[in-house]
């Protein structure tokens, strides 16, 4: 198969990603609220990265269970600092509690986080690559800052909408380009 060139075909992990998941739309509320947090932590690093942690934060953020997530006291986010198969980010570790609280606020108003992001967006995939940026990502951002979430820059805002397959980013010599899977 013709992968994606930023594709690390020697980590399987990667590949599976790649093929199964990155750039198909899903939008239960589960999974967006896993894809916010995780991109959220690669604010600096490579998405392998936290791809390579990704079931270690499973395991520690209680597999994104939101009301778990929204309850972590002082002993728990200092649990998680001394948890090595995570990004121990102090500031990050504090704004995933925070953004958990208000991503549970939006789906209190909205009725769901996808009945939210659709206040943006009006269900046309976007097809585009080598962008880092668009003006639905610059949009969300902003508002989920005026919010008060942190680490929800239009750059992570964009990379969270190509996971969860808002916007599909497979390069023209990929074999996913451009098919809705």
Request: with cysteine; hydrophobic share 35%.
């Given at each position: 198969m013709n992968r994606c060139r930023w594709c690390n075909e020697k980590n399987p992990l990667y590949v599976t990603y790649h093929d199964e998941e990155w750039g198909r739309l899903c939008l239960e509320d589960s999974y967006l609220f896993e894809m916010l947090i995780l991109e959220s932590f690669q604010a600096g690093l490579s998405w392998e990265c936290?791809?390579?942690?990704?079931?270690?934060?499973?395991?520690?953020?209680?597999?994104?269970?939101?009301?778990?997530?929204?309850?972590?006291?002082?002993?728990?986010?200092?649990?998680?600092?001394?948890?090595?198969?995570?990004?121990?980010?102090?500031?990050?570790?504090?704004?995933?509690?925070?953004?958990?609280?208000?991503?549970?606020?939006?789906?209190?108003?909205?009725?769901?986080?996808?009945?939210?992001?659709?206040?943006?967006?009006?269900g046309t995939i976007l097809y585009e690559y080598d962008k880092t940026t668009n003006d639905l990502s610059d949009h969300i951002s902003l508002d989920l800052q005026k919010r008060g979430m942190k680490f929800v820059g239009s750059t992570i805002i964009y990379s969270f909408l190509g996971a969860i397959g808002i916007i599909n980013s497979h390069l023209p010599e990929c074999d996913l380009y451009r098919r809705n899977v």
């Open positions: 936290i791809l390579n942690k990704r079931e270690a934060f499973r395991k520690a953020y209680d597999h994104f269970n939101i009301d778990k997530v929204c309850s972590y006291d002082d002993a728990k986010q200092e649990e998680l600092r001394n948890n090595p198969g995570i990004v121990r980010n102090r500031l990050k570790i504090k704004a995933s509690i925070q953004n958990a609280i208000i991503f549970r606020n939006i789906q209190k108003e909205f009725g769901s986080f996808e009945q939210y992001l659709k206040t943006f967006w009006d």
